[in-house]
T-cell receptor, first 113, second 109 residues
Framework: EAQVTQNPRYLITVTGKKLTVTCSQNMNHEYMSWYRQDPGLGLRQIYYSMNVEVTDKGDVPEGYKVSRKEKRNFPLILESPSPNQTSLYFC????????????FGEGSWLTVV | KNEVEQSPQNLTAQEGEFITINCSYSVGISALHWLQQHPGGGIVSLFMLSSGKKKHGRLIATINIQEKHSSLHITASHPRDSAVYICAVSSGTASKLTFGTGTRLQVTL
């Protein structure tokens, strides 16, 4: 079954404690992205990757890091989380090219206190 | 002004009604996506359009590239259609997406 898997799904953490949200896809997709969703602001892109070792900033990259060492995995790293990073996070993947379906993970609810 | 505008923001309909959700964008695009988000958060891709019209079951999506406008229609709406519908555009590559803020649809019996 085609899947994008995120972990953890729910997390409450404290300010400054480094955390990683993992994302894995089993469809051999080239493109992967991270988004955050906030009330009234909708979905905003944090970082994206067009292939292994190729990453670029989206619209709201501050406070986040990513890496793409393997095609299937695209972890999102919060080096020093702050309360304004409390949000619902989505990972997504698709095949290369502009005309392909996007597959989303189930979302990760992150609360920073 | 947002690059992607959706209307209406909220919509309540009775079961069986024909529903239209609109999306306007201000940038050149390579594709437009319609997404559905149910309560609980999961997002599912409904359509990807670069021109014309697509139909899947009771859902129809159209796009007018010249007018920079797309519509999502739901025929014979049902309570299970209750969700947030999100328009997103990709310009350049599929990796770079810009989203509308969504239309919250509630279909009542």
């Amino acid at each position: 079954e085609a899947q994008v898997t995120q972990n953890p799904r729910y997390l409450i953490t404290v300010t400054g404690k480094k955390l990683t949200v993992t994302c894995s896809q089993n469809m051999n997709h080239e493109y992967m992205s991270w988004y955050r969703q906030d009330p009234g602001l909708g979905l905003r892109q944090i970082y994206y990757s067009m292939n292994v070792e190729v990453t670029d900033k989206g619209d709201v990259p501050e406070g986040y890091k990513v890496s793409r060492k393997e095609k299937r995995n695209f972890p999102l790293i919060l080096e020093s989380p702050s309360p304004n990073q409390t949000s619902l996070y989505f990972c997504a993947s698709s095949r290369a090219g502009s005309g392909n379906t996007i597959y989303f993970g189930e979302g990760s609810w992150l609360t920073v206190v | 002004k947002n690059e992607v505008e959706q209307s209406p923001q909220n919509l309540t309909a009775q079961e069986g009604e024909f529903i239209t959700i609109n999306c306007s964008y201000s940038v050149g695009i390579s594709a437009l996506h319609w997404l559905q988000q149910h309560p609980g958060g999961g997002i599912v891709s409904l359509f990807m359009l670069s021109s014309g019209k697509k139909k899947h079951g009771r859902l129809i999506a159209t796009i007018n590239i010249q007018e920079k406008h797309s519509s999502l229609h739901i025929t014979a709406s049902h309570p299970r259609d209750s969700a947030v519908y999100i328009c997103a555009v990709s310009s350049g590559t599929a990796s770079k997406l810009t989203f509308g803020t969504g239309t919250r649809l509630q279909v009542t019996l």
